[in-house]
């Protein structure tokens, strides 16, 4: 049953985002309903604090801010102005007082609300879109962690295949939305807003903590080998938590080192080489095994490899998009391929959508796969299903 409490922060979360997606992304109706609602609780603040006086004066920024986040100078100006003579000669009297302002008061003010609002016209101007954007990413972070708190984001389970007999050697952990106010989420729709504003480190914690425990005892169950695979974010992995957060979670769960593959993307990879080296060396020291994902989506791909201790290479599925059907697109993939195979790491081919490719790789020398055409990520209880089903053999 659920608290007083919960519901009135449920309730209030709802208000918010409401207002704020409302007020960014709506019309100007809307935005100008909003202002002049501003500035009329403002001088209702004021009237009702006891007169200008007070801190009260201080609430007409917020119809100024409001102004200038929605629309351009003159309206920004208008608002500004508009809020001055409200604190001013629209306030007949000192309340408490009973006494006239001086007019040298409330004419300093007006001129400070506009100078301030013509100063924030002029830093916002041009930029209503990111401003709207970085509200939208911590709205959608918010609802994030609320939703951590509330059990509400699920780990699914995507198979990894042996290409040449089917055979699953391993799960990769995904991140799932699916009881979202709006209905299921997409990744793309709340892991981006949580890289940006810093909330991924908890989603990322939630899942290496709990996809390690669910593998650890599908492998006690099942008595077979598994491979977890488990993405890491760039934000994470520059934090340099990362160690810390795995170690904790391998000991909680009891998965062997060498069952963890960590999935780091070239992002998290190129903006302090040494760093990335140094941490990609310690990570190996406790056995976990590394692996590039997306690989062939960035410029840099080929130019990192000698650089970083890596177990797996994941071919993005771009480079597989077209290759059954393009001469030029099979050639790159082959030539990508070969270059992997000379390197002695391992590969895995992402996004395999038909047969074709499939057969494709196998010819090509890639052992290992996954994709729609051979499993979807599946929940927990789906995902042991399918485990008691087929057999599970490492290569």
Same mark, same amino acid.
């Given at each position: /049953? ?9 309730? !209030? ?12 992304? =709506?019309?100007?109706?809307? =935005?100008? *309903?909003?202002? @002049? @609602? ?58 408490? =007082? ?7 008061? &409330? ?27 970085? /509200? %939208? ?24 295949? %042996? ?6 050697? !391993? ?5 799932? &939305?699916?009881? #979202? ?6 990744? +793309? ?8 504003? $810093? ?16 593998? %650890? ?16 974010? =760039? ?17 909680? #769960? ?20 040494? +760093? @990335? *080296? ?32 890596? +177990? ?16 030029? @697109?099979?050639?790159?993939?082959? !030539? ?20 074709? %490719?499939? /057969? ?10 996954? $994709?729609?055409?051979? !499993? ?20």
């Amino acid at each position: /049953m659920t608290t007083a409490f919960e519901r009135a922060t449920r309730r !209030g979360d709802l208000a918010i985002r409401t207002l704020v997606i409302a007020y960014t992304g =709506a019309g100007g109706i809307f =935005a100008m *309903v909003a202002t @002049a @609602a501003g500035l009329g609780g403002a001088w209702a603040a004021n009237y009702a604090a006891g007169g200008s006086h007070t801190a009260a004066p201080h609430l007409f920024y917020l119809p100024i801010v409001l102004a200038a986040v929605r629309f351009k100078w003159p309206v920004v100006l208008a608002t500004a102005v508009t809020a001055g003579l409200l604190a001013g000669p629209a306030l007949p009297a000192e309340v408490s =007082a009973g006494v006239q302002q001086a007019p040298q008061v &409330w004419l300093l003010r007006l001129v400070m609300f506009v100078v301030i609002g013509a100063v924030l016209a002029f830093l916002i101007r041009g930029r209503p879109e990111p401003l709207r954007s970085t /509200m %939208q990413d911590s709205l959608t972070s918010i609802r994030l962690l609320q939703a951590l708190q509330r059990s509400q984001i699920e780990v699914h389970y995507q198979p990894l295949y %042996q290409l040449r007999d089917q055979q699953i050697i !391993g799960l990769e952990a995904l991140a799932r &939305w699916e009881k #979202s106010r709006r209905g299921g989420l997409s990744p +793309d729709e709340f892991i981006p807003p949580a890289e940006r504003t $810093g909330a991924i480190r908890a989603l990322d914690q939630h899942v290496l903590r709990t996809a390690t425990a669910q593998a %650890q005892r599908w492998r006690t169950g099942l008595d077979r080998p598994l491979r977890l695979s488990v993405n890491v974010s =760039a934000t994470c992995f520059k934090e340099g938590n990362l160690i810390h957060d795995v170690a904790a979670a391998l000991d909680h #769960s009891g998965l062997p080192t060498h069952a963890l593959e960590l999935e780091l993307t070239e992002s998290a990879l190129i903006d302090n080489i040494g +760093d @990335a *080296v140094e941490q990609i060396h310690q990570l190996r020291s406790l056995g976990v095994r590394i692996a590039i994902d997306d690989f062939g989506a960035g410029h840099a791909s080929l130019g990192y490899l000698n650089r970083f201790e890596v +177990d797996t290479i994941k071919l993005d599925r771009s480079l597989l998009l077209r290759a059954t059907t393009n001469n030029r @697109a099979h050639d790159v993939l082959a !030539g990508v391929t070969r270059l992997l195979i000379d390197l002695d790491v391992e590969i895995v081919a992402e996004g395999i959508e038909t047969e074709d %490719q499939a /057969m494709l790789l196998r010819e090509l020398g890639v052992h290992i796969g996954q $994709g729609f055409h051979l !499993g979807r990520p599946l929940p927990a209880l789906a995902t042991a299903r399918l485990l008691e089903n087929l057999a599970i053999d490492l290569p």
